[in-house]
């Protein structure tokens, strides 16, 4: 598995997918910006939930709010008291961690058989938390001579908070955002004045988000800038209601993660034992990371928490009217990370595989419609009857199309070259297509070929990467 998470990050730089941010002059941790296949890959996921959820589902409405936030809204929201990690740093390899992360990787690796002993140090590690008694989880860690990973160190300080949250300096009373949902609460009236949209109706959003993030080593998987698609369900405040959303929403969310044909096997549900300060209800759907089950994301019920905490901090009303009467709605939340969900869809589709030549084949079997470039169109070789008929397709599919030519290497070369960036279908032209206006298409998965007219290139791929289909799937579950 390391072997395979090296190669994906050595592949994600290579083809143009993931490159570390401002590495010239020594990178910096936790960020990475997006390649020219990348961007595309992110865009497409961005389109299958942006659609599903604003186009599909007729109660909701989309927003683009501000990345940088009053001091008052993360008071009201709870976050600047509350969204803090602990954080505990070895004095020898001057690394951080997180203590109960470490108490919890130490106890998986060593008592993973041993549930009466496994249970005992964990419930006494989650009721310390609770109490907030960080001087038993530095004992707990002591006892067990927990080591740090990297050096084996057992020279640690003590444990302390960490508010998660990055202010700006200059600025008085700004901070980056840590999530999206906030400024959809702050709006709400204004969302209300604008629409004439009722209870239950929906308000998604896609974003930046961002996190000072202690443990940030694993990829894509926990960075301090990412992006964030979250939607904010408004419904009544009952708690039959509820109960009815919350288990929609669970239920479809995982139906949008199940349609993308990664692998049903890949999913867990995960009830929430810690739920976070805002929330009534939790559960994680998690993906199988190349490094074991993972949060990908997380629904929840913040009931009228919110929207409540705007009230008292605001002064101004944020209430549903009805008849004569006015209420605060109920909300359920689904929050999916753009880049997990990137990470989780790169690491399932990429792989090697055996040609019957002896050779690899590196290949990205991602869903058709997901695919950064859609066809690629190559002459056979590269001289100017050829190349010029090839480009004429290539000038008129580009108007509809995310689409590649190329030429500059052996048919071969290109065909793998379009592989291992997931393009599901090669269109070639030769000297048959002079007389008979026909070109070969060769299939990604399959590598079948087979020679079809010009004229019914567009269907083609059109027929094969066209998104109606995934998207009627979705639409035929909605209540
Ligand atoms: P974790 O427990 O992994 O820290 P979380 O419970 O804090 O995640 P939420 O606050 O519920 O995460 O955020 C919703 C979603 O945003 C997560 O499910 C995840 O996909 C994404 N996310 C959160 N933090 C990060 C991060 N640092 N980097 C990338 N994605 C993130």
Redesign the pocket.
């Known amino acids: 598995m390391k072997n395979f998470f090296d190669f994906l990050v050595s592949y994600s730089k290579r083809y143009g997918f993931i490159f570390p941010s401002n590495e010239i002059y020594g990178g910096i941790n936790?960020v990475y910006d997006y390649g020219q296949y990348g961007v595309e890959l992110k865009n497409n996921i961005k389109k299958y939930w942006w659609e599903s959820m604003t186009q599909v589902h007729e109660n909701i409405i989309g927003m683009d709010s501000s990345i940088l936030t009053d001091i008052n809204v993360w008071k009201a929201s709870g976050h600047l008291k509350k969204f803090n990690e602990l954080l505990i740093d070895n004095k020898d390899s001057k690394k951080r961690y997180r203590p109960d992360i470490l108490i919890e990787n130490y106890v998986k690796k060593n008592f993973s058989k041993n549930l009466e002993k496994k249970n005992k140090i964990l419930s006494r590690l989650y009721y310390s938390l609770n109490k907030k008694d960080f001087l038993d989880i530095k004992k707990l860690i002591n006892q067990l001579q927990i080591s740090d990973p990297d050096n084996g160190s057992k020279n640690w300080t003590n444990i302390h908070f960490f508010n998660m949250m990055f202010k700006i300096k200059y600025i008085e009373n700004l901070f980056l955002r840590p999530?999206t949902a906030q400024n959809i609460y702050c709006n709400f009236n204004n969302i209300k004045k604008s629409n004439r949209i009722n209870i239950p109706f929906g308000v998604a959003q896609i974003g930046k988000?961002f996190?000072n993030?202690i443990v940030?080593r694993q990829f894509?998987?926990?960075?301090?800038e990412?992006e964030?698609m979250?939607m904010q369900f408004f419904i009544s405040p009952k708690k039959e209601e509820e109960n009815k959303w919350y288990n929609y929403w669970k239920k479809m969310r995982l139906k949008w993660h199940l349609e993308l044909n990664l692998g049903k096997d890949k999913y867990k549900l995960y009830n929430h034992q810690n739920l976070?300060h805002y929330a009534n209800l939790g559960v994680?759907i998690q993906f199988k990371f190349p490094f074991g089950f993972?949060?990908?994301?997380?629904i929840?019920s913040r009931r009228d928490f919110d929207l409540k905490q705007h009230e008292v901090f605001s002064k101004k009303k944020l209430r549903i009217v009805e008849n004569k009467n006015n209420y605060r709605p109920y909300v359920i939340e689904t929050?999916?990370?753009l880049?997990?969900?990137f990470l989780s869809v790169l690491s399932s589709t990429l792989s090697k595989e055996k040609l019957e030549n002896g050779n690899d084949r590196i290949i990205l079997k991602l869903p058709f419609y997901l695919s950064p470039v859609k066809a690629a169109i190559f002459p056979l070789v590269n001289k100017n009857e050829l190349s010029k008929l090839a480009k004429k397709i290539f000038n008129d599919l580009k108007i509809e199309y995310k689409v590649e030519y190329d030429s500059k290497s052996s048919i071969g070369k290109l065909y793998r070259r379009q592989d291992a960036i997931g393009t599901p279908l090669c269109f070639t032209v030769d000297y048959e297509t002079i007389n008979t206006n026909t070109v070969t298409v060769r299939y990604r998965d399959s590598m079948k070929q087979e020679r079809i007219h010009i004229k019914k290139i567009s269907k083609k791929i059109e027929e094969i990467t066209s998104m109606k289909n995934i998207l009627k799937n979705i639409s035929s579950n909605i209540d």
């Not at 894509?220 to 301090?224: D, E, G």
């Open positions: 936790a999530e988000s996190r993030e940030a894509l998987f926990r960075l301090r990412f964030q979250e976070a994680d993972k949060e990908l994301e997380g929840h929050s999916l990370g880049d997990r969900m």
